[in-house]
C-alpha cells in the first residue's frame, strides 16, 4: 500500500497505525509516482486545491494514478483533497471556495440507503460524526459515481467504479492536528471569534472518542479490503 502525501501539516496522522504496512510517498519533495496503479492507494488531503496545477504540478500525475486505479479495480481511499481529486479524475465536478461555504470541526454525516450494500461503507453507522476542514467540494459525482454519505452541505463519501472511495471528512485527523487547522482557518468561517474557535475545539475533544472508533473501523475496512479479504457488504449497521 502506498499513502500519498501532499504536505506535511495534512499528514497520515492515526491512519497509520490502523492501515497495513504502508510506504508514504510525498511527490511534492520529489518522489516519483508509480507509472500504474499495483498495490493500494491513500491519497491524503492538503490546502491547495483539487485542479490547482501550475502551483502543484505534482497534482495532475496524482490523479493520473487515481484514474488508473479506477480502471484497474486497486482499491483507493481519497480523503478530503484526495476525495475532490477522485472525482475529477474520473468525470465529476468539484468546485473551489464552494458557496456552502467554510465546514470546519464536528459534522454531522448520514449515509445514504446505498451505503448498506456498498463494501466499505455498509461497516458504518446509519449516523455518524467526523471532523471536517474545507471550504472546496464535490458539486457533481462521476457519471457512475454512487453516494454514500453526506452533510447538510456537502458530499461526504461516494465510490466510483468497483473499489475507489472518496470521504470529504477526515477520519485521519489526531486531535493536535485539528486543533492547528481550526486555528488557521477559523478567519474564513461566518463567525472568525475566539469564542467560536473554542467552541469548535471544545465540541471536538468532547466527541473525540466516538469519532475516533468510527474512523477506526473505516480504516481497517479498507484495509480488508486492500489486501483482499473484505470485498462484501456486511452489517447490519447500527
Known sequence: MIVIEHE???????YGAWLPPHTVLRPSRGDALP?????????????????????????????DLMADAVEREVPLLGICLGAQMLAAATGGEVVVSDPAGLELGVTDIRVT??????PLFAVMPERFQALAAHSDGVRRLPAHGVLLAESDRYTQAFRVG??????????????PTFHRWARNDIGRHADPSEENLRRILLE??????????????????FGRIAAGTGTGAEGPRV
Not at 468497483?162 to 486531535?175: I, K, S
Request: glycine share 6%; aromatic share 6%; net charge negative.
Open 8 to 14: 506535511a501539516q495534512v499528514p497520515v496522522g492515526e
Open 35 to 63: 507509472e500504474r496503479a499495483q498495490e493500494p492507494i491513500v491519497v491524503l488531503g492538503g490546502t491547495m486545491n483539487a485542479l490547482a496545477d501550475a502551483e502543484h504540478p505534482w497534482l495532475a500525475p496524482v490523479r
Open 113 to 118: 440507503a446505498a451505503a448498506a450494500q456498498d
Open 162 to 175: 468497483a473499489c475507489a472511495w472518496g470521504v470529504q471528512f477526515h477520519p485521519e485527523v489526531d486531535l
Open 204 to 221: 471536538a475533544e468532547t466527541r473525540w472518542a466516538a469519532m475516533e472508533q468510527t474512523s477506526r473501523t473505516l480504516a481497517e475496512r
